[in-house]
């Protein structure tokens, strides 16, 4: 039964995913062809603040699932009940916060936006649609939680796609019809606040016993043990917000909405494809959990040496794509050459992109260990210093220096992460993988230098043809590259040997 929940769980969310990748560069266009780039920058704006008040959540979702998950196993219906009663108070008094907190900036959302064309008013009511959105998200939404900590996640995948595709085909139409997004905005929020109320009703039918035992009280040493996790993930959860949500507020701050706009386009490309490669990494994190946890020093690090050597196989072919195609297809394919951006700034977004991706495998490992504490300060640390550099760099290099910023707490966050799980749980020293990571950044980074040369000669003068070959170019470069330099390598073969492996099971 567990083994067919996976396989549903991994092709919806696989399934999902594309449709809704697909959804949003349709509607994306449409806004920016139509309400103009300031528009997309402001939507990138407001997510970013709002996004940063929902750090009150604190990491409770993640503390409660996880406890969740020894509950239902054991079929302690009391517990459970008695969990998600807690997770229903917690998350009221979330959604509370965040309102105190949102309506509370709302006077002084606009200083985030500097050199912006809307009024005043169109900038709180986009504000406060999205917050009240948000708010709604907390108060209706927590019971996914249950179906996810189940085993059935492609229930939340399936109302996860229907909500996402309701908001995109409403921007779609309303804003190609009307031209209105705060009237899209709307249907958003109405319909998402269904589909939740629906997913909640079909908690309660599922699983009955979470009526019954409506006012259990979860013991005290339960509650303990949740927001002790819960102390542990803070930090954490704080150091990321900072990291994924300041770009853009500093960016808009100190630049002007416009740029946000532009650099949002290209997040769009960015993002799906990490989103695919992460979807990637949770489906192999069970594995590495299960092996992992007999706590064998050297099969560990042949394992992450493997899983890293692989992610760099796939994370070269983005970070020459990205590089090398990013532009043709925002210029040529999907919204024109006046939404293009500097080559630099795309060369820098691409290197981020795959240093992100990078970074999945020693992440992965350091989860499985349960190294909660050295993630917590590595995680803070790299936060700060994207930060400080973002502040200090964005006058004098513009959206360069805030890219530089999160080049510098990517490479802190791997440094500090490897050399944590090194010292700590393998007990070894670093150097040799840090030396391979070096290896394989320089030797991407080389791949995408010559994928921008030749893409750019071949594509001077656009045509389909041209840029299907350039495609081919940017995935055969790389691939054939690194055939070709670890063919005869352990790591090649065992990669290899995984992939065969993987897909024979897949076939039966």
Known sequence: MRAKNIGKNSFFSIFTQTLIILAG???????NVRLGTELVGLNGVVSNVIAVFSVTELGLSTAIVFHLYGALAEGAEERIAALMNLYR???????????????????????????NHFELSYVRLIYGLWLVKTILGYLLSYKRSMIIADQKEYVSSLATMAVSIFNYVSVIVIVSFWGNYEWALMASIVFEAVVNLGISLYVDRAYPYLKKW???VPARELV???FGDVKNLFVTRIAQKLLTCTDNLITSGFINLSIVGFYSNYCMITQSLINVLQALSNALAPTIGNVIVKKDSERDEELLTVFTFGFFYLA????????????????????????????????????NCMLYVMLLPIGVFVSASGMFRIEKKVAMTAALVNLGLSLALVKPFGILGVLAGTLAAYVILFAGKTIGFYRSYLERPALRYLLQMAQYVGLATGEAILCVIITGRICREYSLWRFGFCVLLCVAVPAGINVLL?????????VLRLVKGYLGHAKK
């Open 316 to 351: 070269a072919i983005v970070f020459c794509g990205v590089a090398g195609m990013a532009s043709l297809f925002v210029g040529r394919v999907w919204l024109g050459e006046e939404f293009l951006l500097p080559a630099s700034v795309v060369f820098f977004m691409a290197l």
């Open 486 to 494: 670890f063919c005869k390598s352990r790591r090649f073969g065992s």
């Open 25 to 31: 560069f349709f509607s994306q266009r449409v806004i």
């Open 214 to 216: 409506r006012k259990t």
């Open 89 to 115: 108070k917690a998350y009221s008094a979330v959604a509370g916060i965040i309102a105190l907190l949102g309506f509370g900036f709302l006077p002084f959302v606009h200083l985030f936006m500097r050199e």
């Open 224 to 226: 303990t043990k949740v």
